[in-house]
T-cell receptor, first 112, second 110 residues
Framework: DGGITQSPKYLFRKEGQNVTLSCEQN?????MYWYRQDPGQGLRLIYYSQIVNDFQKGDIAEGYSVSREKKESFPLTVTSAQKNPTAFYLC???????????FGPGTRLLVL | KQEVTQIPAALSVPEGENLVLNCSFT??????LQWFRQDPGKGLTSLLLIQSSQREQTSGRLNASLDKSSGRSTLYIAASQPGDSATYLCAVSGFQKLVFGTGTRLLVSP
């Protein structure tokens, strides 16, 4: 059953805490992406990766970090430097940068 | 900087109507344009992808057109159904990334 999965579905962050959102795909895609979605706004790109061990900043990378140690996995860490982390986070993958992106179900991050 | 605008922001129609959603973009140097559907609290589902060299794509009751020179795309939904109720997002693919519009929230009432 091919697809892209994200966990957890809901995540709560305390003040000053780093949290990590998981994204896994078994579609054999090279490219992976992280987006943030806020109410009334379109998706904004946080980070993307074209290949293992390589990634680039998107439009709103400050306060976030990523790694791409395996082709299947692209975890996102929301650091304490991100002062407004409450949002819906979406991970996507694609065969290449110009192909259709397939999205995971999302993780909703809330601040306690 | 690429900007993508979708009009209207919300649309409510009775079941059975044909409808058109609009998307405009400021930079015509794109690789492709995609239309997605998003249900509340869910991820995005790809509906149609139009390459920059194409004029339109069709899938079932959906037809998407692209006029790159004028920076416009339309998504036509024929014979709308309550199950079509969702937010529809368009996104243009430039160098290395997609730029999304803010979406059109569609409600089809029985």
């Amino acid at each position: 059953d091919g697809g892209i999965t994200q966990s957890p579905k809901y995540l709560f962050r305390k003040e000053g805490q780093n949290v990590t959102l998981s994204c896994e795909q078994n579609l054999n895609h090279d490219a992976m992406y992280w987006y943030r979605q806020d109410p009334g706004q379109g998706l904004r790109l946080i980070y993307y990766s074209q290949i293992v061990n390589d990634f680039q900043k998107g439009d709103i990378a400050e306060g976030y970090s990523v790694s791409r140690e395996k082709k299947e996995s692209f975890p996102l860490t929301v650091t304490s430097a991100q002062k407004n982390p409450t949002a819906f986070y979406l991970c996507a993958s694609a065969g290449s940068l110009q192909e259709t992106q397939y999205f995971g179900p999302g993780t909703r991050l809330l601040v306690l | 900087k690429q900007e993508v605008t979708q009009i209207p922001a919300a649309l409510s129609v009775p079941e059975g109507e044909n409808l058109v959603l609009n998307c405009s973009f400021t930079d015509s140097a794109i690789y492709n344009l995609q239309w997605f559907r998003q249900d509340p609290g869910k991820g995005l589902t790809s509906l149609l992808l139009i390459q920059s060299s194409q004029r339109e794509q069709t899938s079932g009751r959906l037809n998407a057109s692209l006029d790159k020179s004028s920076g416009r795309s339309t998504l036509y939904i024929a014979a709308s159904q309550p199950g079509d109720s969702a937010t529809y997002l368009c996104a243009v693919s430039g160098f290395q990334k997609l730029v999304f519009g803010t979406g059109t929230r569609l409600l089809v009432s029985p």
